[in-house]
């Protein structure tokens, strides 16, 4: 007799119990040694080498990224498949100030705790992990070389701060890369002579920074200066900005993104600099899923941490829009901090390390694991969310 809902549960919660110290000694080691997207080697390698040794197959290199993976391990049937998705890139300087030391250990305890099972799992689980979230993304590539094509359903995790919350939408992203070219000069002695590359990107900040003011309160624009001349006596003759636009709606962001060039296309003409742009479709919008966000709220309640019932649509961006776009998907919030520590500071870069990070990590493995035998054993469920996925396309 195949064993109880219950009885699949309670080993889950015993095995990530046994396991919770190893847990939290990767979590530290990601957090002490953060890489920067696509360069994750480290990272990678301490979390393939958990899920080899308890028992998942593991190969590397997905969808042709070096420090993405793809464990696997399937039950008594091979369907339907769980996928649980890690993060484990750093911010610069300011290292795991998002928290994806937590999520992709997380997202390695709940794989890790239903391989446990062994073939009383009913139905596959897998862990990808998924590099360079905080730039170019590698659930996008993901998904568009078809990586989700035979997952059922898709969860993860994200840390934050104040109130524990379920995912609901997030903003679409556009990318721009900008390169004026202009002369240089001597900068007291022939001005003249020269053609002012930083002028031109001036001026484009200055006409988009004017552009805010005409655009739908949802947009958000902001961008750097990553180079800005070579000294202060030069007539800069190379600058480059890197700036990002964000819009609820691909629609809206689109009609913003056509002005953003034209504000680009201003600074070069008033200063006769040569202009390169490099534009990229970044994050789409994040699909949010009532029966999965359900599923998996619930049992977060039984791992002991409360979530607000009612989604929070974010004004920040995410990949897993991407992965929204072709399966449901579930991603809780659990809070490891007070909402006056900020994201993407080094205060929440401590609470990533932190004993309350550690108990979000221990809970979060329970919960998504529990969520996965939920819908492994509920079909009606699972087609209740694929229901709700194909009537909000």
């Given at each position: ?29 990601i957090?002490?040694?953060p ?21 998942m ?11 993405a ?35 992709g ?18 139905g ?20 568009q ?10 969860m ?13 939408t ?5 990318g ?6 202009g ?41 750097i ?9 030069i ?12 819009a609820?709606?691909?629609?809206v ?49 039984r ?59 221990i ?8 969520a ?19 009537k909000?396309?």
């Amino acid at each position: 007799m195949a064993p109880t809902r219950e009885e699949l549960k309670s080993r889950i919660e015993r095995f990530v119990d046994q396991i919770s110290d190893e847990l939290i000694e990767l979590s530290l080691q990601i957090h002490d040694e953060p890489e920067l997207g696509h360069q994750e080697v480290k990272a990678c390698g301490h979390l393939t080498r958990f899920l080899s040794k308890h028992g998942m197959t593991v190969t590397t290199g997905t969808a042709g990224m070096p420090t993405a993976f793809k464990a696997t391990f399937a039950g008594r049937e091979p369907r339907p498949v769980v996928a649980f998705l890690g993060e484990y890139d750093a911010l610069p300087e300011i290292g795991h100030a998002c928290g994806h030391n937590i999520i992709g250990t997380s997202a390695a305890g709940a794989g890790v705790a239903l391989a446990s099972l062994g073939c009383d799992l009913p139905g596959a689980a897998w862990v990808l992990g998924t590099p360079a979230e905080e730039t170019a993304g590698g659930k996008v590539t993901m998904a568009q070389q078809g990586i989700f094509s035979d997952v059922n359903a898709v969860m993860m995790m994200h840390p934050t701060t104040g109130e524990s919350r379920i995912g609901g939408t997030s903003t679409a992203t556009h990318g721009f890369t900008i390169r004026y070219k202009g002369r240089p000069a001597h900068a007291a002695g022939a001005p003249q002579k020269g053609i002012n590359a930083l002028d031109a990107a001036t001026i484009f900040l200055t006409s988009v920074g004017l552009l805010r003011q005409h655009v739908p309160e949802e947009v958000r624009m902001h961008g750097i200066i990553t180079k800005g001349g070579d000294a202060a006596n030069i007539i800069p003759e190379l600058t480059e900005i890197r700036y990002l636009a964000r819009a609820k709606s691909r629609a809206v962001l689109d009609a913003v993104v056509e002005r953003v060039k034209a504000c680009i296309q201003a600074g070069a003409i008033a200063t006769g600099c040569e202009v390169e742009v490099q534009d990229r479709r970044g994050y789409e919008t994040t699909r949010h899923n009532k029966v999965m966000a359900k599923v998996l709220r619930e049992n977060y309640g039984r791992a002991g941490i409360g979530v607000n019932p009612e989604p929070r649509d974010g004004k920040g961006s995410t990949d897993l829009g991407n992965v929204s776009q072709v399966v449901p998907q579930a991603c809780a919030y659990p809070a490891i901090a007070p909402d006056t520590v900020a994201g993407h500071s080094r205060e929440l870069c401590a609470a990533a390390g932190s004993d309350e990070g550690h108990r979000v990590l221990i809970a979060s493995a329970k919960a998504m694991a529990w969520a996965a035998i939920d819908l492994m054993l509920d079909p009606a469920t699972l087609e209740s969310a694929w229901d709700e996925f194909r009537k909000s396309q």
